[in-house]
């Protein structure tokens, strides 16, 4: 059975810092990773998933990705740094947050 790696480059975050790659639409893509995995660095768990390449029943993966300046995150995702977290919310009927980049200004 494979896994899916748990490296930045296997998520396709090489080459160019995050702050770099937030605002790019491709580097934006949604990623899965089994279920006890590293998150990689800078990036969030936006969901779970079921993937056959990870072990268990149900939902056995993550749904990871880069944030984009408000992005709605897991009760547990990493806060990547320069982002804070603004109010709780919700993710699929759990505990999520909203998370701003610092540098995000008013709506």
Do not use: F, Q
């Not at 995150?73 to 009927?93: C, F, K, L, N, Q």
């Amino acid at each position: 059975m494979s896994t899916w790696s748990t490296s930045s480059s296997a998520c396709g975050a090489t080459g160019s810092t995050v702050a770099d790659r937030i605002d790019n639409p491709k580097a934006r893509m949604n990623r899965v990773i089994c279920r006890g995995a590293a998150v990689p660095d800078g990036w969030v768990v936006v969901g779970e998933h079921h993937s056959p390449a990870c072990d268990g029943d149900g939902a056995n993966a993550l749904v990871v990705k880069l944030p984009g300046r408000r992005e709605v995150v897991t009760a547990d995702s990493p806060v990547p740094d320069g982002y804070r977290r603004v109010r709780e919310t919700t993710v699929d009927d759990r505990p999520g947050w909203l998370i701003e980049r610092g540098d995000a200004g008013p709506d």
